[in-house]
């Protein structure tokens, strides 16, 4: 069962991320407060959720959520920074727009680079903490969005179905079509025995 709070009274934040092993388009952070009070039984870690239920429970957790905020760090920052700090760069701007200040943030995860505001990093907090799974949530689905938008541009990878991740159909097509424009050069876009 999800917990709602670390301790009671505090204004916690939680953050997380979603496309951190693809190999196409950006990765994208939430950082979300909800009520102490929120409850909703398909309240989940993203992962364990089918799309249907994420796209249920995202417009709950931005109607009822004290405060959420959205964040996408492109392709071209990620080859540029590398994919964790563009990670923890997604989830300081996402943050930074909150329209209440956390007392702390919660971070899905076990490394983290420091923010003014403090952090407690939590292994697997997306399937123990109701904000960080709230987060997992619309960073899974704002991204996934995205990914659909590209698709129109490039159908051939079908970013429908895959959103990005390095399936044996999606490196297939990058080996039939060569990478796009939204896919990371830094990656290792085809197994090594085909590059």
Request: net charge negative; charged share 25%; hydrophobic share 40%.
């Amino acid at each position: 069962m999800l917990l709602s709070n670390l301790e009671p009274g505090r204004i916690e934040a939680g953050c997380d991320e979603a496309g951190r092993g693809c190999i196409a388009g950006p990765v994208v952070a939430a950082a979300v407060i909800l009520p102490e009070t929120f409850h909703h039984p398909l309240l989940n870690d993203s992962k364990q959720l089918t799309e249907r239920q994420r796209n249920t429970l995202r417009p709950i957790i931005i109607e009822q959520a004290v405060s959420w905020a959205v964040e996408f760090i492109d392709h071209e920052k990620i080859d540029e920074i590398n994919i964790l700090n563009a990670s923890f760069l997604a989830m300081h701007l996402a943050t930074d727009k909150l329209e209440v200040r956390p007392d702390i943030l919660l971070i899905d995860g076990n490394r983290f680079n420091p923010h003014e505001i403090p952090h407690q990093c939590i292994i697997k907090g997306d399937s123990k903490i109701k904000c960080i799974a709230a987060a997992s949530v619309l960073a899974k689905t704002f991204r996934d969005d995205y990914m659909l938008q590209l698709d129109a541009e490039f159908p051939h990878y079908s970013w429908r179905k895959n959103k990005g991740y390095p399936t044996k159909q999606h490196r297939a097509s990058i080996q039939l079509h060569g990478p796009s424009s939204y896919h990371r050069k830094s990656f290792q876009l085809l197994p090594r025995d085909l590059d």
